[in-house]
């Protein structure tokens, strides 16, 4: 199917060329993110193929469509940058990737954790410059800690049983707890006590209208002190302004975040050279405690090659009037 690509990177190409080796489908790449100015460069493609940051608001959807789109194929789990409600009125179905390494992303957190807790980029560079002092490096064992998971999906699911590999204590917060894992053994508990509880706290459920600023400041209050919180999922999971404030205050002790509210505009760039305008994002680097990566928690190439295998087996779903199993809603 003749599609375009946007937030096309060098790394997608790689694994969409390797997934579309027998030239099922006529792929043209945009480096570009989707924006209301990106757009027309897709007039008179039926396919669309879109990342996390790409933008199908109503307006948008509403365009491509007059100008011949017919489905749209997301290189990610999550959906929120697309108006659904729109697309399921014009017809256009929406195809994801619902699961391409849940390890990728819980692992990802792990690492943030680890990092933050013993503090190993601040090491690397130390003894680059032949800093051996052990001074400010004090960590703690994770032993016996206490892990707060909210979101018992894939990922909330692989991320709670390598935290217990640690020897933690991980408690469960699902707004849809399953029957399954509880039958599995799994205990959920109510937010409010995994907020209370947790020395640590991990967030792996999907934004939608009900979990935006989930973390709030009054969610804050409610945390243990000297928390560490750590999003993976969605930047606007989380009130950014109040979470500096519980850093200013010392309520959260460490912060590990791949996503962030306002990354449309930052993050799969390379802005070194670039007068950076978001005033909240700078402040939250001016933390000694704060972890901030750009999105990179699926980038294993074992997820990158899972993406782009089921992006296109959708596409080629759609193209051969096949089920959708991928269809969002
Ligand atoms: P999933 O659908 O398997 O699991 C999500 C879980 O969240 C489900 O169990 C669901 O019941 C639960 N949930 C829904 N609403 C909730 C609420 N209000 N409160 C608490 N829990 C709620 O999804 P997943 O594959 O585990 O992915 C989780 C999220 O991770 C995705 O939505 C996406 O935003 C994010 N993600 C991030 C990256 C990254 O690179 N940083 C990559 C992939 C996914």
Redesign the pocket.
Known sequence: MKTAVFSAHPYDRTSLDAANAAGLHELHYIEATLTAETRRVAYGYPGLCVF?NDKLDRETLMDLAAHGLRVIALR???F?NVDLTTARELGIPVLRV???S?H??AE?AVALILTLNRKTHKAYNRVREGNFSLERLEGFDLYGKTVGV????????VFRQIMLGFGCQVLV??????AELAGAGVVFSD?NTVLAASDILSL?????P??RH?IDASAITRMKDGVMLIN???GALVDTQAVIEGLKNGKIAYLGI??YEQEESLFFRDLSETVIQDDELLRLMTFPNVLVTA?????THNALNQIAQTTLGNLTAFEQGAPLPHAVG
């Open positions: 996390v990610c789990a999550g929120n619902p699961a391409y849940p990728a992303v990802h909210i979101g018992a999906g894939r990922i909330g699911q917060y699902d707004r849809y707890p399953s937010l792996h459920c999907p934004l939608t009900e979990t989930l993976t999922s969605r791949d996503v999105h990179q928690a699926f980038f």
